[in-house]
């Protein structure tokens, strides 16, 4: 029997010991999002055969990712198959990505079928892109930056520490409160993955940052690395009766991201049209399709 164990914080550094060196570039296996959401998904990990395994609930039905590890990934999906098995419950992996699919192709030809939906790919960008806004195409976005600038040229950004989380969980109570959240399950799970969060912002090695207007917050984000290479943005909250929020908040944090960051990942539009609109105007270097793998 796999041994399962609900994540905790203590799992940090056993988590990235395979992430990092992951080529894995989807946000699902960012262990912000892993842990300040086991609330809602029940995630469970466990260490089998060299390779890291997720075990979690959706809509109450039982799931798994793909195991993250090098070697021979048949004998771990097996046992995951048995799992599911004897939990008397039908065996799917979500966010499959497109070279995961091909692996579990290759290992059980013909045992898969593979489902995708557009809503929970994820954003992909160039670092050095956010960060400098070069070229034709982000000509609007320098405009929203440069305009910004001018409005307010006394604006700050600071760092993201402990002592800035009440500023930014006020700023989110605002935003709740313009968007319905009380209204609106989603959203109630996003705010509680983000307090979560922000409250164990230094065991989770938070990166972040905070933007001010005439001393008062108008925008912040945060986020962790995935692998070596790729940053994800896990949240990003701005104050939308102040013009240009959200592109200056992007901007300067992307500024902030170390440069080993080749690309950022900056999550799901989870089908809103005017999340797709925004992710899709930053011009992302890939859209990372994600698949759930079921048996045939």
Known sequence: MIPFKPIELEDR??????????????????????????????????????????????????????????????????????????????????????????????????????????????????????????????????????????????????????????????????????????????LQAERRSMTNALENMEKLGLTGGVLHVQGNIVAFTFGAPINKETFDTCVEKADTSIEGSYAMINYEFANRIPEQYIYVNREEDLGLEGLRKAKLSYQPETILEKYMAELV
């Open 13 to 186: 550094a056993r988590v990235l010991h395979y992430t990092l060196s992951s080529p894995r570039r989807n946000c699902d296996l960012s262990f912000v999002n892993l842990y300040s959401w086991s609330f809602l998904y029940q995630t469970e990990i466990a260490e089998q055969d060299g390779f890291l395994l997720f075990r979690f609930y959706v809509d109450g039905g039982l799931a798994y990712m793909m195991p993250v590890g090098e070697g021979d990934v048949r004998p771990v999906v097996a046992a995951l198959m048995e799992d599911a098995d004897r939990l008397n419950a039908p065996f799917r992996m979500l966010g499959v990505c497109v070279n995961m699919k091909e692996t579990l192709e290759q290992a059980f030809p013909g045992r898969f079928r593979f489902t995708s939906d557009r809503d929970y790919a994820d954003y992909i960008y160039l670092r050095s892109d956010l960060a400098t806004l070069r070229g034709k195409k982000f000509q609007p976005k320098r405009n929203h930056v440069n305009k910004f600038k001018a409005s307010y040229p006394d604006y700050e950004y600071r760092q993201l520490t402990p002592e800035l989380v009440p500023e930014c969980l006020r700023l989110e109570a605002l935003w709740c409160k313009a968007n319905d959240c009380a209204e609106n399950a989603a």
